[in-house]
């Protein structure tokens, strides 16, 4: 029994390093949620990253923990990433 709760650690830390989102999948949600919450409306919010998507605008700091992913904005964390999603607290 001991033996398939580590067999399950195993594959769960392979999956989680599998799926870690990268540094562009961050940087869109960073993106939207600041321009969502300046905007006031996630249609302009939208608009707005798909506008500026390819500039570097935010001084992002991507760390890339193989099991996880996060990003900082001025020394504060903006974004968690993990199993292919990313969430901005």
């Known amino acids: 029994m001991i033996r398939l709760g580590f ?11 599998l799926t870690n989102p990268a ?3 961050h ?4 993106y939207t ?11 302009l919010g939208k608009i707005a990253v ?6 570097e605008i935010l001084p992002l700091s991507y760390n890339n923990y193989i099991l ?11 974004s968690v990433g993990i199993f292919s999603q990313v969430w901005c607290p």
């Open 33 to 43: 949620k600041v321009a969502t919450e300046k905007a006031q409306s996630g249609l």
């Open 68 to 78: 996880f992913s996060t990003t900082t904005l001025n020394g504060e964390l903006s």
């Open 7 to 17: 067999l399950a650690i195993i594959v769960l830390c392979a999956v989680s390093a």
């Open 23 to 25: 540094q562009d999948f």
């Open 50 to 55: 798909d506008l500026l998507g390819e500039h």
């Open 27 to 30: 940087k869109k949600a960073v």
